[in-house]
């Protein structure tokens, strides 16, 4: 049983900042990836970022188009944490926004291959 919780959402400006934290608890992981993926009211849940440790792959990053350029992923292999600094916000990227863990350190993007999931936060950008 693992269990994640996610954190530092809230409504801030267009071209402001937030800083998303998670951390997966329960047992400790070895090869494994975090991600962030969010859901806007109506809409499917989007991929936005991940992290992956393993034994040929230390903390490889992946992000959404989307996202390249203003948010960055970062994590903590020991501790099993993941923060999401986000930057230069925009009206569109107002959703909750969930951290996820998966058992399996080659995944991306697909939802369905996270195991651990957490409540979700909201992100909301004001224009």
């Known amino acids: 049983q693992v269990h994640v919780v996610e954190s530092g959402g809230g409504l801030v400006q267009a071209g402001g900042s937030l800083r998303l934290s998670c951390a997966a608890s329960g047992r400790t992981f070895s090869n494994y990836a975090m991600g962030w993926f969010r859901q806007a009211p109506g809409k499917e849940r989007e991929f936005v970022a991940r992290?992956?440790?393993?034994?040929?792959?230390?903390?490889?990053?992946y992000y959404a188009d989307s996202v390249k350029g203003r948010f960055t992923i970062s994590g903590d292999n020991a501790k099993n944490t993941v923060d999401l600094q986000m930057n230069s916000l925009k009206p569109e990227d107002t959703a909750v926004y969930y951290c996820?863990?998966?058992?399996?350190?080659?995944?991306?993007?697909?939802?369905?291959?996270?195991?651990?999931w957490g409540q979700g936060t909201q992100v909301t950008v004001s224009s």
């Open positions: 992290i992956s440790w393993s034994a040929g792959n230390t903390g490889r990053t």
């Open positions: 996820a863990a998966a058992s399996r350190s080659w995944v991306v993007k697909d939802p369905n291959e996270y195991d651990y």
